[in-house]
């Protein structure tokens, strides 16, 4: 035999592990007793098997990996004796679960102990059929389920019934064999088959509304028969607790009421003296009374109207919810929840309790209480709601502050009667718990802000006393910098003032100190950071006389380890140092920002195609101008921050903006620009280290742009592109302060006069792709391609993906699509840049490669392109 | 329904798992170290449900033990309290006043008296008498097959003497 077979009984292993000291002590006793056991099932030892398979348990338990033991499981199973079949199926629902390929093999001996006559063995193989079986296996044995659903025996019936539920879960169309079964079994009188009987009925009704409807005519007579009967009868100690007969019973029978009698009037009458007994008879001072009051609750409030029920299920809830238990008020919170579109203006009466309920200690109760206040608020009450939430806020436990303050922030947002109520919340929020508050919320509230003209002036005054109150909240100073660099006036001549306002004083300098003392914070990063430098440059504009003094605090960057910071300190100086004469229109207030075009972006309601050219927005003239003038904005930003050619970078762009406004959005046309914008970024980014220059000719060149149109009716893009070439003066003017001149660059790809003709890449019946070349004059290897696939049919294509391919003396560098869906005959640019290291030896050439689905379907076209320009 | 049942000790140990819907090992003990982080440090008077993974997790404390039970969202709380009070009630019944050490040592048959009260996460018998007499059955078929299989072993060995 083998040596280490013999070794040690379950219990002496339990017993070691225990006495391990540390965890490598507990390893080493698993190890030696894993290697043991696998010793062992190398051996086919039988005697040893039954013990090795607990031990493995025992470590399973523990957590450590016992595959190996899986098919020792199968063996005892297929064993003849019930020992060792007992303790195979646990391991099996122990070791292994429905998703293993070693469980189909045991479809067999489960279908053999199904038939056997050893009533025990059959239970075995019901219990673990029950709770592990997969799909496959739930089609291969539910006919013998459906026999032993009328066994001899109810322990069997019970067991099977439940086996049923777990078929019809994995096979939903299975349950139309178990149907009349299982009606029968609910005329039985043993309470484990009633009780799982009814559950299979509930199952069945969930999945198979022609069973409920068969169910609802045949049985919720008896099934009302049933619970009166266990509601009226007589102390029964087999089955009490606390007093009641068979709680668990209770609770299924009116659950499966409560399917019946959803949606059916009838089968709801006949229902309603019962739910009625139960209600009010029903002794709630246990657990066992309470879990079947919350049933009937439930129950009440499913089925159809009856008034003088709900009345009832009402006051049970009201209370539950003054009870002095934790978990019955739970529950109640959690019912009022569900009754909340049976019944609203009943649980709004409730509305302090809940109240009371967020200021729970209890972090379960906290929850569910500020869901169910976040549903009830409504125009009405939403001023007293949002005040006590809002103090509550101060005093909360860190861990709630997340979950409180985005609830908050949406109610104030969604209900406020008037926009300096929600300033003034979101004021409140922002002071308190600004580090917790969502970028979209933020961006929201400066897009208020800048849409409520007549509290520019309020809002940036509330907002430097919060500041000065506190600068921990990161958000907070955020809102705040970003209003003193815009309404710095304001702020210091108290403009706009309103009645409700306490007079401030605020010097220029006092200005310039708050956003100074924000640079230097320890806590603020590096977005708020250049959040501040911006804000300084505006200042310095406002306010002449601090000009100096701006000047040096930017000059103090100038040396940051962060590139962002550096950049801007550099650039905002050469702004303030030599262009006086341009610098008070670069820094000009921001238009207004466009709250549809944010709230839409912010709903992720993109359109999927934007490209519908620049034709339609021409012919709306007024629309145009007001989405413009926020995207040229957007743009002078965005080039502001390109200097790192990295996504982060771009994200961050955005948080600046205060806001996802950049993005083309639903308005037709504004595509081109961002477009455009991004060329001019690829651009800046391949060319190496002169990059910043170029990047800060790109944004003033914005920033000229959005002076010039801020008035002009018409701001289409096509106007924009084309009064582009007017910068270039004031352009190169700025771009001298800056280091080297590079070589004036135009903005606009169509500027570029087209060196290299355009050429149809591609086309077929379907698709055209059409190339765009530009190069750049100092870096006559790379040419920059793009790419403008055209949708020739009425289809649209998804999923589209080009890919090309070129030989070793060619680079490519790809870019994304400017979308991977393609509208019915709309088009989508890529842009692509090639380096032809054999320039004027070789000319170009491209395997490409397109793919894309048109309803789903693939479709792959394939193509060489060599009609390049040789000179390329 | 019952998605699973966890037993773990006041220092963290687990003491029985039964899994009624499929987690893969790992998930398992992710599961399990996450619930039990949540469940052990909460105080002692409030409620017995925790929110998980949209999920409800009803536990409750007898001596050093914890008995949690995953629940779906919309069932009732209350009774699962009942459910596992009834469980521990059988097991006392069984064991004797049962104590962590006879879950420990005995692990196999607190599962035997769980295959008896619940299959694929559901309540099968409402009867604290039928489960112990279920059992007891079941106990008495494998002890006489030991005695039998002893008396062949104790013929055999006399035999071969």
């Known amino acids: ?872 | 329904m019952i998605h699973f049942v966890l037993l773990v000790s006041r220092q963290g140990k687990v003491r029985l798992t039964k899994w009624y819907s499929p987690y893969t090992q790992k998930e398992r003990s992710k599961v399990i170290r996450e619930l039990s982080g949540v469940i052990l440090s909460r105080g002692p008077k409030l409620c017995n449900f925790v929110e998980w993974r949209g999920y409800k997790v009803v536990y409750k404390r007898y001596a050093s033990l914890y008995f949690c039970m995953c629940i779906d969202e919309d069932d009732n709380e209350l009774e699962v309290l009942e459910i596992i009070h009834h469980f521990v009630e059988i097991l006392d019944r069984y064991f004797g006043s049962v104590c962590e050490l006879d879950l420990i040592f005995h692990f196999h048959k607190a599962y035997y008296i769980l295959d008896e009260l619940l299959i694929a996460g559901e309540l099968q018998e409402s009867s604290k008498k039928t489960v112990a007499r279920i059992i007891s059955t079941q106990d008495q078929l494998v002890e006489a097959a030991k005695e039998e299989a002893g008396s062949i072993s104790n013929i055999i060995a006399q035999a071969t003497k």
């Open chain 1, 1 to 872: 035999m083998n040596p280490f077979s013999s070794g040690t009984r379950l219990s002496d292993m339990i017993r070691a592990i225990r006495a391990s000291k540390t965890a490598a002590e507990e390893r080493a006793v698993v190890r030696k007793e894993c290697a043991a056991i696998r010793a062992s099932i190398n051996e086919n030892d039988q005697d040893y098997r039954h013990r090795d398979l607990a031990k493995l348990m025992f470590i399973h338990m523990l957590g450590y990996p016992t595959h190996f033991g899986q098919m020792e499981c199968l063996k005892l199973i297929a064993s003849p004796g019930f020992p060792e079949k007992r303790i195979g199926y646990l391991g099996l629902m122990l070791l292994l679960d429905e998703r293993q390929e070693v469980l189909m093999l045991v479809t067999n001996s489960l279908k053999q102990d199904m038939n056997h006559t050893n009533q025990y063995i059959v239970g075995l193989a019901l219990c673990a059929l029950g709770n592990i079986c997969s799909a496959e296996m739930a089609r291969d044995l539910a006919p013998e389920v459906e026999r032993l659903l009328q066994f001899r025996d109810p322990n069997i019936r019970k067991k099977a019934a439940l086996c049923a539920i777990r078929i019809i879960r994995k096979v939903p169309d299975l349950s139309e064999n178990f149907t009349n079964p299982a009606a029968a079994l609910l005329k039985e009188k043993h309470h484990g088959v009633l009780i799982t009987g009814v559950h299979l009925c509930t199952e069945i009704c969930t999945v198979s509304p022609e069973a409920l409807e068969y169910f609802r005519k045949k049985c919720t007579e008896g099934l009302v028969k049933t619970l009166k009967d266990i509601a009226n009868s007589p102390y029964s100690p087999e089955y009490d607790v606390a007093g009641i007969t068979d709680p668990f019973l209770h609770i299924r029978l009116l659950r499966l009421l409560r399917v019946l009698g959803q949606g059916d009037a009838e089968a709801s009458d006949c229902m309603n003296d019962i739910l009625a007994q139960v209600a009010s008879k029903t002794e709630s001072n246990k657990n066992a009374g309470n879990a079947i009051l919350y049933e009937c609750v439930q129950t009440i409030m499913s089925i159809e109207e009856n008034g003088g029920l709900r009345v009832l299920a009402i006051n049970i809830l009201g209370k539950f919810l003054s009870n002095r238990d934790n978990n019955i008020r739970y529950v109640a919170l959690n019912m009022l929840m569900r009754s909340l579109t049976v019944d609203s203006q009943a649980v709004q009466r409730h509305r302090a309790t809940i109240l009371e309920c967020v200021k729970d200690s209890d972090a379960s109760i906290q929850k569910r209480a500020l869901e169910l206040i976040y549903n009830l608020v409504n125009e009405n009450n939403v001023k007293p709601l949002a005040k006590e939430l809002i103090e509550y806020l101060e005093v909360s436990e860190q861990d709630f502050k997340e979950d409180l303050t985005a609830k908050i922030c949406s109610i104030v947002e969604k209900f406020a009667p008037e926009k300096i109520w929600y300033i003034d919340q979101m004021l409140k929020v922002l002071s308190e718990a600004g580090n917790y508050v969502k970028e979209d919320v933020w961006h929201a509230l400066i897009v208020v802000i800048t849409n409520a003209s007549d509290l520019h002036g309020y809002s940036v005054r509330a907002l430097y006393r919060a500041l000065q109150a506190s600068s921990e909240q990161e958000t907070l100073v955020r809102v705040a910098i970003w209003c003193i660099g815009e309404y710095a006036d304001l702020l210091v001549n108290n403009t706009g003032m309103l009645d409700l306002e306490d007079p401030i004083t605020v010097t220029e300098s006092d200005a310039v100190d708050i956003v100074e003392a924000t640079i230097k914070h320890h806590t603020s990063d590096v977005t708020t950071k250049a959040m501040a430098l911006i804000a300084l440059l505006k200042i310095s504009s406002r306010f002449p006389s601090c000009s100096e003094r701006v000047k040096s605090i930017i000059g103090q960057n100038k040396g940051s380890f962060v590139l962002e910071l550096q950049q801007r300190s550099l650039e905002f100086s050469s702004v303030i140092q030599k262009h006086q004469n341009i610098r008070s229109s670069l820094v000009e207030r921001m238009p207004v920002l466009d709250e549809a075009t944010f709230s839409g972006r912010r709903a992720g309601s993109l359109p999927a195609s934007v490209s519908t050219s620049g034709k339609s927005s021409i012919g709306i003239p007024n629309g145009v101008v007001k989405a413009a003038a926020p995207l040229v904005d957007l743009l002078d930003l965005s080039s502001d921050d390109t200097p790192a050619p990295t996504s982060s970078s771009v994200n961050f762009l955005q948080d600046l903006l205060g806001g996802d406004l950049t993005q083309p959005s639903a308005q037709p046309g504004t595509m081109q620009p961002s477009n455009a914008g991004a060329d001019i970024l690829l651009d800046l980014l391949s060319i190496g280290s002169p990059a910043p220059v170029q990047n800060g000719s790109g944004s003033t060149n914005g920033d000229l742009l959005s002076v010039q149109h801020n008035n002009a009716p018409i701001a289409s893009i096509d106007t924009l592109s084309s009064m582009s070439p007017t910068a270039p003066s004031s352009m190169m003017d700025l771009l001298d302060g800056f280091g080297p001149t590079p070589p004036p660059k135009s903005v606009t790809t169509e500027d570029k006069a087209p060196a290299y003709p355009s050429i149809v890449a591609f086309e077929s019946n379907s698709l055209k792709i059409e190339f765009n070349f530009t190069k750049q004059p100092e870096n006559l290897q790379s040419t920059d391609i793009v790419a403008t696939f055209t949708n020739l049919t009425p289809n649209v294509y998804t999923d589209f993906l080009f890919q090309a391919a070129v030989p070793k003396y060619l680079q490519l560098h790809l870019d994304p699509a400017s979308s991977n869906s393609l509208p019915a005959n709309g088009n989508i640019k890529q842009t692509m840049r090639v380096t032809n290291s054999q320039r004027g030896k070789k000319p170009i050439v491209m395997r490409m490669r397109l793919g894309y689905k048109i309803d789903g379907k693939d479709v792959l076209e394939e193509g060489q392109i060599n009609n390049f320009p040789r000179e390329l």
